[in-house]
């Protein structure tokens, strides 16, 4: 391609509204462009490069032998009603109707489309293992969405569905997986760390994130630096070394608390620890189900863990509104004691506080010397805190650390959940009527595109991994004289299959170079006056700082050859 | 790939609702699988065709310079209101509403988005032509799909925009599209009609579709076996020889037709030409504008010219209730006379009806002398007739023949409605701002498939040109001794980058030989017990009835010849 022809909007400036690096750099570059919040087109470099990602991914999933669909985006309500996800599953999914009235979804995740598909075809044991697979766009209306591709509405995934005649079978491609997801990051450039996850309203149970450290990455990581212990914080356990004081109850009283609502304000104005606190949370469903949650002061409730909790429904924190219904007075004057008619729920540390703190249901009004069971009730407890830095590793107790990752890919042991609700069913070599068990598995397209870029940039632009590079090599003729030696190599690489990129514009050389750095093609080729006088040109890799002279004659070897080193790097 | 580990549930039976060889045959073969109404699922088989006629549809397309794009399938309402579309196009569209209440479109069509991108970027004509193109999922809600993935209500469609200085550098690109449509079919295994079309919703002046001669087409094509004028009936003109009887005004008389309402029956009663009568049709839009249409009664409305003669404003036939609520009488009485507070628009041939009947908005009754100006208003005269078989052709005037066709592919002159409806604007050479002219360019890629089938299967199953096979060799071992030199020869063939299947499935040779024709793959070799005691081996491509014996060692270098004849006759 000639890059006079190539529609290639790059931009000197940062753009507005983008503060991530690789936001900033795929928006410069002119690989995306910004339709709507969270809604994003691929120009023609970026789809180049979408594309070599999706053949990447193709060709790792055709060598374990999964197969590739393409189911419809427009998934109907029945399907989703059959696993009970169309009510689980919140705002994020995006909702519609057709000409007669008739619901459907479009497909955030495609477990009961592609359940639906293998439960008609499948009869006997002797068609499993069947992976199955499509690389698509899916749809989340993130209520957040930020940093361009890296959290879209609509995104290309790859995901595969995987069912067996037995759990061992499923653990065999489970390994699979996981060393064809190790591969495809590999080869795309990327390094990733395999980290335990929860596996959220999938409703899994075994499962692992592929993780990529980095300090715009949404997702904390715990980890132990002296057992090796790693998971993800929505995950991670920790000790829980309660223990209850010896203390005798004192007596329930109401204190004047003016205007003190947090924690801070409250160890300040009480003068002891945020331990002594029983935080109480309202959180309310879609359908407006309520639920109070209690936990210790110091501590954070694990949406996870809640939404574990209330058997798979996804709770959010309430409105003001809700809160000021519910208790009778202003926010930060909540507390368990007198709350009726509302279901209450507590983390395991509150079961061991002694004369505790916590609001009086009345503004500014705090209660001192709260005991559970004599003062209010607890309809169950579970163990909902997030584990944090600082926390004790749940396998040595040593303190544990963290980092911050982006997700890249998730790879989950399923279980029987969605073969069972939906009736999957084949005949064992027994004959008799068994579920197949499942397992799913996802990468982010998109988000490992800008996962490459946060990894592989400068300060002039990106540094595109020779795998995924929208071009290979990039010719810079600087001089006219320059423009016959250009063109010829130019046809002499593309004869070799290398994807060139000739910028043939009439432009100052630095205008040139500044692109060129900046759309990262691996390899630069600069013939200008001097050198070539001398019948040579400049061959530089855009990784490395320094440049070598070569002569034109040996050129398309030369980069022939450094192009294969660089694939084999990535491919090894 | 070995077929017992593919993903292939083919079927014995004609499945339901199924009525179309094309649909039957991918229904049989498991190519797809439906999910709902106009929605399927392209299982593997399907999916290998699928990608190889989108990549026939990017070669050609980047051969003419043309560059691939990957807009969001969520359009916001905006763009749509800019150029009026939003409400202009009716219920096919499907809408959206995000979390924050926001309106957006599942992309019916891109020629906003693209306008959009475009114009952000667009400042100097240096810039121009550009050809920007995408293939990917568009999504209409049909009020009848059927057929399969013939008409769908979620497909795929290579969709091209052109954007240039002027009309000259147009109609280049308009040819290089021409050509590489031509081309694209044609390596597609397709022949192709091409047809003056009229462009609908899409705003154009010339348009030309490609159609391919089919009995199950949805488009009429009006040609004359005379001249060689060949038009879509929805754009097809003919001679209007309308002339006025030199016949003097009767007066204007009510008579009782008793239950007597179509045409026919009409005709009957009064024993006159339906010529005689003035045919009265209500019309409605989406937001209950109401329009009164008159026709001569031997006459229909083109669609098409009555959305035109509206603005382009999409109207139906109203409802039943609506005609009682205008009229004031039940459906079949319905007349122009006295009819107030609604438009009246009438075609050419309302003018020449003199002494007319028509109905009386009464229960069972019609008028009869009716006579435009004297009788009843005319708000406005277009040319709305229906161009038929049997009519004078508008060049030379012979009689008019008529086929029924598929629409496989259109190609749009659209000229400045988007660009200037949008405001995108470049510099000319001389400095003065100008909007570029458009052109737009689609191929339904579904619709392509399942064409391809309707032209090229029998009895047996479907005939798959080489180019979009989903494998281009199939091996039969039909006997145990077999199965040993066909891995072997599958081994071979893969390694010569031949995509080949085997068929190593422990069953009878007849459900071997009957799957494989059904599925259609183009090269067939079988190995069976007494060939293989001579050493030999069955050759057969499925589109001929013999086969021929082949030595084993000379199979793969034959095979390969085969492939190469069979592409070099498609690429021609």
């Known amino acids: 391609m000639k890059v006079s022809k190539l529609f290639l909007p790059t931009l000197k400036e940062t753009p507005k509204d983008a503060v991530i690096k690789s936001h900033i750099l795929m928006l410069r570059s002119g690989m995306i462009r910004k339709s709507a919040s969270g809604l994003y087109s691929y120009l023609p470099l970026g789809f180049k490069v979408l594309k070599k990602v999706i053949q990447i991914a193709e060709e790792e999933m055709d060598k374990i032998g999964a197969q590739e669909f393409l189911p419809p985006i427009l998934t109907s309500r029945e399907l989703w009603e059959e696993t009970g996800r169309y009510s689980l599953m919140g705002p994020q999914m995006w909702r519609i109707k057709d000409r007669h009235q008739q619901d459907f979804v479009l497909g955030p995740t495609h477990e009961e489309s592609f359940t639906d598909l293998v439960r008609r075809e499948l009869s006997s044991y002797k068609q499993l293992p069947l992976i199955v697979y499509q690389v698509y766009k899916k749809f989340r209306d993130e209520i957040r969405p930020r940093y361009g591709v890296m959290r879209g509405r609509e995104f290309t995934m790859k995901d595969a569905y995987s069912y067996h005649a037995d759990e061992t079978d499923l653990s065999k491609t489970y390994e699979d997986m996981r060393k064809a997801y190790r591969q495809f990051f590999k080869r795309c450039g990327l390094d ?4 335990q996850a929860d596996s959220g309203s999938m409703g899994g149970k075994t499962s692992e994130e592929f993780m990529v450290r980095s300090h715009i990455g949404e997702d904390t990581i715990i ?11 929505e995950r991670a356990e920790c000790t829980l070394d309660y223990e209850k004081k010896e203390e005798a109850f004192k007596t329930l009283e109401t204190k004047d608390t003016p205007n003190i609502k947090t924690i801070e304000a409250l160890t300040a104005f009480f003068q002891c620890s945020p331990k002594q606190f029983i935080k109480t949370l309202i959180y309310e469903a879609l359908d407006q189900e ?12 694990n949406q996870v863990k809640l939404t574990n909790a209330m058997m798979g429904k996804e709770f959010q924190l309430a409105k003001d509104e809700t809160v000021v219904t519910l208790t009778q007075a202003p926010v930060g004057f909540a507390g368990p004691v007198g709350l009726k008619n509302v279901k209450i729920i507590a983390d395991e540390s509150v079961r061991y506080i002694v004369n505790g703190i ?39 107790k040593k303190e544990l650390h963290s980092f911050e990752g982006i997700e890249v890919g998730h790879i989950f042991k399923l279980g029987y959940k969605y073969t069972q609700d ?27 595109i800008a996962t490459v870029i946060e990894q592989n940039h400068d300060e002039d632009g990106i540094i595109f991994p020779m795998s995924i590079a929208p071009y290979q090599v990039s010719i810079l003729p600087l001089s006219e004289e320059a ?19 000739l910028d043939d514009r009439d432009l100052r050389p630095g205008f040139k170079f500044k692109d060129a750095d900046l759309i990262g093609i691996p390899i630069r080729v600069t013939l200008g006056k001097k050198t070539l006088a001398e019948g040579k040109a400049e061959l530089k ?23 294969k080193t660089e694939m084999e790097i990535l491919n090894s």
């Open 358 to 396: 916590t609001g009086a249901n009345q503004k500014d009004q705090h209660l001192v010397n709260v005991n559970f069971e004599r003062d209010f009730r607890v309809d169950e407890f579970f163990n909902l805190r997030l584990t944090k830095k600082g926390d004790s590793c749940p396998q040595c």
């Open 422 to 448: 939906m009736k999957a069913v084949f005949l064992d070599a027994s004959g008799k009527e068994q579920h197949p068990i499942m397992g799913c598995y996802g990468i982010g397209i998109d988000r490992t």
């Open 541 to 563: 890799l855009r990784k490395e700082k320094t440049n070598t002279l070569v002569l034109l004659d040996e050129l398309s070897e030369k980069i022939e050859q450094m192009i």
């Open 223 to 233: 980890e132990c630096p002296a057992c090796g212990y790693v998971a993800n914080a």
């Open 192 to 195: 990733t760390v395999p980290v």
């Open 483 to 501: 423009f016959e030696p250009a063109e010829k190599l130019y046809n002499e690489l593309w004869k070799k299959g290398i994807e060139t990129l």
């Open 290 to 301: 309520k639920v109070v949650v209690l936990i210790r002061g110091d501590l954070e409730v």
